[in-house]
Each structure stands twice: as structure tokens, then as C-alpha cells.
């Protein structure tokens, strides 16, 4: 398909009959800003999942679908999420038309039409959706480490709505925030259409030259409306919980890519994404892509930046603390197609800054923060007004108030006037100083993923990986990329197979106890109590001499308490996802540590970090850990 770049074919979306459309300004980190709009006009098809969608991108050059997934889908993962009925809509993709951006920031188009807000404000008050922060910092959960994106939402009546109306929000949005990833209007069509009006900040996943690609985001700098101080931004980057925030988001992220990609995955970054009013850090990830766009995305969970960490527990947390469905905020925009060779392409953004509009014109917009066991309920609630700021300000020209929901309608927010232009500053990445401070964030990363490593000789069996059930099986595949990478290839059994301590205890070759979660001395856990046993025989089993039993994290632990006789299990002080300074075998390495207990031993409860005996080995740890800086090298020594 060749695109066209005549912009008079925007007047069909001024008419009474607009076909299904897509705007779309796209932009990737670390790369140049694309100055263009993309017009995609086609068809629409609802279905109730992805698998019931031809997902094929066409044979031609160009995109072929767009796909608009809602957080629902994660129950094709079988995930829990409330149920709400919203549908997968793909648009199938029959005109490309490329414009440049000026068509839509120069200057307000002749027939603009007027947008009218009515009865808008936030649906929970802020003491409501701080009480709902603090109910879940209070919880065991939290204590035990799970963080998660609790939402809340805003709502506006939009009189007289169209797509034209969407047209000119678009405008606003492109005039007023040029630091999103994507930029967009997708209107369904159809007799119940649909429209999404948003800026996003989040890319997702993606593949682009032969590379799948994501980009982990996270961190939060409110932006004064004087400009942004180099000072204040040096204290943001500085900030060891903001730098090990968005590790711990670049570790989940890094975990699902190492699952869709080839060997030689590399992380860059940290990079500044500056929006109108925020700044965020995010990294990018990339590796060879090994399936196609489709399957990529079919396999792909949704951003953890808008759930949480471990994934399916905040999965849970959200199904239990949020009372009804999400709608489409937190899914995914998906466009796949080809570029100029044939190959597939796939670019993927995070519905979040989004304005959701049906076709009575009702519109909600929602916005969350990441809580967790630290977290100030005021702060929350101000970091949700700040984000519906970010996107509300471009829209309406008025910031959303911190009134409390049950306003009478007659005094809550009414048409606004024009929208207001952020104050310009210079761009801070521009500033020596602040590119210093990205580059010793960088550094601090595991020169593993930021450089790589060798492959190993071939020969020798293979390293027989303990898979430990509950979550972990979103965080295994990173740690066997590190194992192919340092030693050779790895097979994997669960703890559930039938036979499977036998088995380990029988392999000829260097075994490894993967972590996972849960506490290993909870009695009331059958999963935990099957892997205590299997410690234990692999502890008293396995032929002395031979290959050595290593375990990391919660593996680590279960076989400390089968070899060390008087090992126990405390609660760790200082939360989880900590990097800390810690010797292992006479060398400092700042190690990142992800488990709520730890295992001490003694009267004094000295804390065991390492064992590293002939047969039974590991660390508490996680190598595999962009926060862990010696990761590849700690685990060759435990399986060599």
C-alpha cells in the first residue's frame, strides 16, 4: 500500500458519514521525532479475543491492522480481571495517508468544531481513593513486597460529540504535548462507535528491523510551570528509589522479552521522556525476534508499568481492590504491518493518558499510581491528579481540581476555555550534567545486559532448571538467557512434573533452583512444602563429587534450610527490590535482592548470603537482575 500525503482527505472526517479511522503520531526513544501524522481509514471488526481475529498484516509494504486490545485479554493468559465485556476491535487498514504534523498544529482547520465538558470531575474523591492506598498498604501483600497500579477515574459528559470533535482534540493534544509516544485518535465506527483520544507516554512491545523491542517505563518528575531546574531534576535522577523502581519495572519487562527473543538481548538507557508537564525514565530492551508480529503480540502481557510487580499477584491485587472493569485503559494499541523488505513490523503503545468516549459521548479518562509497602495515600492521590493533568490541561485548557466526588454537577468543572500551551524550557537532556547523571545510572546496570557476553563453548550436559511454580514463570526466561549465555543450553522442569525430584536428582549435569514466590517456610502451601522436599533429597541425594545443586532467590533458600541445620527464615527489613553492597567469594557486587524473607542462621540471626560448598550452592541474590552488576559472572562461578 502506497501512502498518500494529500490532507484534503481529512474532510472526510468532518462529515456525517466518518468511516472507521486512526490518527496516529508515533515517536521511539532515542531516536528522531517523526514530524508526520499517520490517517488510516478501513473497516472495523469486533471479536471477542485475539485468537478469533485474522491478525495478518497484508502482503504489501505499510500497515495492515490496527488491533485495540482491552485489559480484559489478560484472561487469555489466564490472568484474573473483571470481566466487562469490552470487545478486541481490529481496523483493518484500506488507505495510509502520511501528513505532516503542521496540518494539525499551525493553526485550528476551517468548521472546527466546538467541544462542550459538562458535569466533569473525578468519580472518587480523594479521600476515597486514599482510603483505598491505604487499605492495601496495610495489607500482608503489600508487606510482602507486591506493588500495584491502583486506578481511579475521571468522567465528562461531551454534548453533540463526533469524530470531528475527536479531530480537534487530536489538534490540541499535538500542539500541547510533543513528548508522547504515541499520540492518537481511534474511532471504531459503526453504529455504537467508539473513540480513544490520547497521549500516551508508553511504548510496549514492538519489532523493527529484525529486533523485538520494549520500553519499560517509569519514574515520575512533576514538572514546575516555570521550567524545568537542572537541580531538581539531578535530585530526581539521583534518587536510589526512583532508580530502583524503574529496574525492578525493567527487570518484568526484561523477563517477557527474553521470552520472545534470540540470544544477545541488550538494555539501554536509562533515556528522559519530557512531556508537557512530567518526565519520566525509560529504558529500551531489544533482542533478535524469533516469531512473528502476531504470535509476539499474542504472547505479550501487558506493560507491568500499568499493573505491577510480581505480575500475576498484582493481576490479583487489581481484580480484588477495583471494583469494575477497566475498559480499555491499560490494554494495548497494536499496529502491525510491513516496512519497505517485507518484513513485519509491530508497534505497540500503553492505553494510559486516554480519553475513552462511547457513542453517547459519555467520556472517562483514568489514571493511576504504582502503591506499595512505602507508599503515602496523599502522594497517590496527587500523583493521579498530576497524570490527568497531563492529558486534561491539552484538552480542556483547565487542570482537573481536587474536589471530592459527590459535587453537585451544576458546580463541578463546566466548558473550559482554549487550551493552555505549556511553559517551554530547554530540553534538559541537553544539559551536561543531567547526561552525566543518565550515564552513572547506566553504568550501575548489569554489564551483562548493557554489553554482553561470549557464548560459551559447546560440550557437557545440560543445566536442568527447577522451575518453581506461582509467578515464575514470568521471570524464568531471563534467568535462562544468563544461563545459555555463561554456560550452554538449559532444560527446564517444573516442580509439578511427575517424577521431577528424581529426575534432578539423577541429571549429570549442574542443577539450578530457580526462584519464585512465597515464603520458603509457609506449612499451609502445598507448592512449598513439594519444593522443601525436593531441596531436601537433592541435598542428601545427589552423588558427591558430581556437578553441583545451585539455587538462587527462593531456591537459594530452600536448599540453606536443608544443608544448614540451623537455618531459619525472618522477614527481610527495607521491603523488596533492594540493591545492596554484598561480598560473594572475596568480591563486592551490588546485588539485587527481590524475596520479603531472608534466611539467617546462628543465635545472632546472621544473614547467609551465599553458600558456595562442593555440591550445594547459590545465592540469595538474583544474577539475572539488571540491578545485580556482576550477575553473569556470580552465576559461572556457582555452576562451574
Known amino acids: 500500500m502506497r501512502p498518500t500525503t494529500d490532507a484534503s482527505v481529512l474532510e472526510r472526517l468532518y462529515g456525517c458519514d466518518v ?122 501483600a503489600a508487606r510482602g513486597g507486591l506493588n500495584v497500579l491502583l486506578r481511579r477515574d475521571w468522567s465528562a459528559r461531551l454534548p453533540g460529540f463526533r469524530p470531528a470533535v475527536a479531530v480537534e482534540l487530536f489538534r490540541r493534544l499535538l500542539a500541547a504535548e510533543s513528548g508522547a509516544y504515541w499520540s492518537f485518535v481511534v474511532h471504531t465506527g459503526g453504529p455504537r462507535p467508539v473513540t480513544l483520544v490520547g497521549a500516551t507516554p508508553q511504548g510496549h512491545v514492538g519489532v523493527e528491523g529484525g529486533r523485538v523491542v520494549m520500553n519499560p517505563l517509569c519514574g515520575t518528575y512533576r514538572r514546575p510551570p516555570e521550567g524545568t531546574r537542572a537541580e531538581d531534576l539531578l535530585a530526581f535522577l539521583a534518587d536510589r528509589k526512583e532508580a530502583e523502581e524503574l529496574a525492578t519495572t525493567v527487570d518484568a519487562e526484561l523477563a517477557a522479552l527474553c521470552a520472545l527473543a534470540g540470544p544477545g538481548v541488550r538494555v539501554e538507557g536509562p533515556f528522559l521522556r519530557p512531556m508537557a508537564h512530567l518526565l519520566h525514565t525509560q529504558c529500551r530492551i531489544s533482542g533478535p525476534v524469533t516469531a512473528r508480529a502476531r504470535e509476539t503480540l499474542a504472547r505479550t502481557l501487558f506493560a507491568s508499568t500499568v499493573v505491577g510487580s510480581p505480575f500475576a499477584q498484582a493481576c490479583e491485587a487489581i481484580h480484588g481492590y477495583e471494583e469494575t472493569g477497566r475498559g480499555y485503559y491499560g490494554g494495548l494499541l497494536a499496529l502491525i504491518g510491513r516496512d519497505a523488505t517485507g518484513a513485519e513490523e509491530l508497534d505497540t503503545a500503553a492505553v494510559i493518558r486516554t480519553l475513552v468516549v462511547d457513542h453517547r459521548g459519555e467520556a472517562r479518562l483514568s489514571v493511576g499510581a504504582t502503591v506499595g509497602g512505602q507508599s503515602s495515600p496523599e502522594s497517590e492521590a496527587a500523583e493521579t491528579r498530576t497524570k490527568a493533568q497531563a492529558v486534561l490541561t491539552a484538552l480542556t485548557g483547565r487542570p482537573p481540581t481536587a474536589e471530592r466526588a459527590g459535587t453537585p454537577s451544576a458546580e463541578r468543572a463546566r466548558t473550559p476555555a482554549a487550551p493552555v500551551a505549556p511553559v517551554p524550557d530547554r530540553d534538559p537532556a541537553l544539559d551536561s550534567a543531567v547526561r552525566e547523571a543518565l550515564d552513572r545510572r547506566h553504568a550501575a546496570l548489569s554489564s551483562f545486559w548493557t554489553e554482553g557476553t561470549d557464548a560459551p563453548s559447546a560440550g557437557g550436559p545440560a543445566v536442568l532448571v527447577l522451575d518453581a511454580g506461582g509467578d515464575a514463570h514470568t521471570e524464568l526466561a531471563a534467568l535462562l538467557h544468563l544461563v545459555n549465555a555463561v554456560h550452554g543450553p538449559a532444560e527446564v522442569i517444573r516442580h509439578d512434573d511427575r517424577g521431577a525430584a528424581d529426575t534432578l536428582v539423577r541429571h549429570p549435569g549442574p542443577v539450578l533452583l530457580a526462584s519464585g514466590p512465597g515464603r520458603p517456610d509457609d506449612r499451609g502451601c502445598a507448592r512449598m512444602t513439594a519444593l522443601r522436599r525436593t531441596a531436601a533429597l537433592l541435598v542428601r541425594d545427589r552423588p558427591p563429587g558430581g556437578p553441583p545443586v545451585v539455587g538462587v532467590g527462593l531456591g537459594f533458600q530452600l536448599l540453606a534450610l536443608a544443608a544448614l541445620p540451623d537455618a531459619r527464615v525472618v522477614t527481610r527489613s527495607g521491603g523488596t527490590g533492594l540493591a545492596r553492597e554484598v561480598t560473594f567469594l572475596g568480591r563486592p557486587v551490588t546485588a539485587a535482592f527481590r524475596n520479603a524473607c531472608t534466611i539467617v542462621r546462628g543465635p545472632q540471626g546472621r544473614e547467609v548470603i551465599a553458600l558456595h560448598e562442593r555440591a550445594v550452592r547459590g545465592v540469595q541474590f538474583r544474577p539475572e537482575s539488571v540491578l545485580t552488576t556482576d550477575g553473569a559472572g556470580v552465576l559461572r562461578r556457582l555452576l562451574g
Open 19 to 140: 468511516p472507521p479511522f486512526a490518527l496516529l503520531h508515533r515517536q521511539r526513544p532515542g531516536l528522531r521525532e517523526r514530524a508526520t501524522v499517520e490517517l488510516l481509514i478501513g473497516e472495523t471488526e469486533t471479536v471477542a479475543s485475539l485468537n478469533e481475529a485474522n491478525a495478518s498484516p497484508g502482503a504489501g509494504p505499510g500497515p495492515g491492522l490496527l488491533a485495540l486490545l482491552p485489559f480484559r485479554h489478560l484472561s487469555e493468559h489466564g490472568l484474573p480481571c473483571h470481566d466487562d465485556g469490552t470487545p478486541v476491535r481490529v481496523l483493518r487498514v484500506r488507505e495510509h495517508h502520511v501528513l505532516p504534523e503542521e496540518t494539525f498544529t499551525d493553526r485550528a482547520p476551517l468548521g472546527a468544531p466546538p467541544v462542550e465538558w459538562r458535569d466533569a470531575g473525578f468519580t472518587t474523591s480523594d479521600a476515597q481513593y486514599e482510603e483505598l492506598v491505604r487499605r492495601f498498604v496495610d495489607s500482608d
